[in-house]
């Protein structure tokens, strides 16, 4: 059973930085692709950035050159350094793990910024 915990969310103003970490349980970590998605209020869940196994990003055009997604497989930790906070960004950010038969997700963590 996989379980994945996010953490580092927070209130910040717009302009600023939160890093958030999504720490993985089991052995498929390394395996897998994993993915930060967020949820606005009202909104659909959409996909923020990816990054595979061997270490390629992806990322929506809306947080290119802001978010930078990394992992560390050792770690079994996958992280988001968002820079250059906008109040758009405000939304529940959610891990996922996902190998060809299965896909997990974190229960998510709040990220709200001010302007």
């Known amino acids: 059973q996989v379980q994945l915990v996010e953490s580092g969310g927070g209130l910040v103003q717009a302009g600023e930085s939160l890093r958030l970490s999504c720490a993985a349980s089991?052995?498929?970590?390394?395996?897998?692709?994993m993915g930060w998605y967020r949820q606005a209020p009202g909104k659909q869940r959409e996909l923020v950035a990816t990054?595979?196994?061997?270490?390629?990003?992806n990322y929506v055009d809306s947080v290119k050159g802001r978010f930078t997604v990394s992992r560390d497989n050792a770690k079994n930790t996958m992280y988001l350094q968002m820079n250059s906070l906008k109040p758009e960004d405000t939304a529940v950010y959610y891990c996922?793990?996902?190998?060809?038969?299965?896909?997990?997700w974190g229960q998510g963590t709040q990220v709200t910024v001010s302007s």
């Open positions: 089991g052995s498929i970590f390394r395996l897998s692709v």
């Open positions: 990054v595979t196994s061997g270490g390629r990003t």
């Open positions: 996922n793990l996902n190998i060809s038969v299965a896909s997990y």
